[in-house]
């Protein structure tokens, strides 16, 4: 990749599913309206610094893995990257905001990168709670035991609250749809682009207040989507949800890659966010 000054903050979509809002907004009863189908968008995030630097954000789900649940899937990180003028031999780190599946597979991918999470979400998944039904749906025991290898690597990294992945790049310990989860706030312009990842799948959850049916503490969830719509609220301040299919309007295309939304280039529907 050359070192150009581009500064650049990607969505890549890389599947896709078609699901229901009964099985996608907890208690959904609740609300008193009939349930119908919702197409939910797999993604990953690619950040270019104008230092030439890449901050890969999640690595989607593996290929077997996705054809295992039955997923529609389009790429991988490494097949997709190159498309974006990105070697991903040249990735400096890959964020995990959380360790579900559908973010952690493909991590073998990136060997020499850092790899930085929370400490409580690998704690979370390392330890004695993680094997219960309820969780253990969510993850793949193959990648945990990659974090844990690179644990032992020296390269990953765990941090608790607030952290400088990059210059201009924070993550943020929210919590809540996982014990660890993390948004990524990335200084853009004047502005800020907020990667809430899966602690916002769909725009629906802050604007209607409708918390996601997959959780770890819904207290924390809620206190979430609280900080998110406080971002929102901010000039120049453009949510980006985990699993929407909106982002894909409320952000412009890239203008060569299918599949890819420009996230710094949000069109005036995003604000609304
Ligand atoms: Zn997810």
Same mark, same amino acid.
């Given at each position: 990749m050359a070192n150009d000054g581009t500064r650049e903050v990607l969505a890549v979509r890389y599947g896709n599913r078609v699901s229901t809002r009964a099985e996608t907004?907890?208690?959904?009863?609740?609300?008193?309206e009939p349930d119908g189908k919702i197409e939910l968008d797999y993604y990953f995030w690619v950040i270019r610094d104008g230092a030439g630097r890449v901050t890969l954000v999640d690595t989607g789900f593996a290929p077997a893995a996705g054809d295992r649940r039955r997923r529609n899937w389009f790429t991988t990180p490494a097949d997709a990257l190159p498309g974006l &003028?990105?070697?991903? *031999?040249?990735?400096?780190a890959v964020v995990?905001?959380? *360790?579900h599946w559908d973010h952690t597979?493909?991590?073998?991918?990136?060997?020499?990168a850092e790899i930085v999470m929370s400490r409580a979400e690998y704690e979370f998944w390392t330890?004695?709670?993680?094997?219960?039904a309820q969780f253990a749906a969510h993850i793949e025991p193959d990648e945990i035991a990659f974090l844990r290898a690179a644990h032992r690597e020296g390269r990953l990294t765990l941090i608790a609250g607030?952290?400088?992945?990059?210059?201009?790049v924070e993550l943020v310990e929210v919590g &809540?749809?996982?014990?660890?989860e993390l948004i990524v706030t990335v200084a853009w312009g004047a502005g800020t682009v907020v990667l809430a990842s899966d602690a916002l799948h769909f725009y629906e959850e802050v604007e209607r207040d409708r918390p996601f049916a997959?959780?770890?503490?819904l207290p924390d969830m809620y206190r979430a989507y609280d900080l998110l719509a406080a971002l929102a609220a901010e000039p120049d301040t453009w949510l980006v949800a &985990?699993?929407?299919?909106?982002v894909r309007t409320r952000f412009a295309p890239h203008?060569?890659?299918?599949?890819?939304?420009?996230?710094g280039r949000p069109r005036p529907a995003a604000a609304t966010g």
């Open positions: 907004f907890l208690n959904y009863h609740l609300y008193g &003028g990105v070697d991903p *031999a040249t990735v400096a995990v905001t959380h *360790a597979g493909n991590l073998h991918q990136f060997p020499r330890g004695p709670l993680a094997h219960r607030q952290h400088a992945a990059a210059p201009g &809540g749809h996982t014990p660890g997959i959780l770890a503490d &985990g699993h929407d299919p909106a203008p060569t890659a299918p599949d890819v939304t420009d996230l």
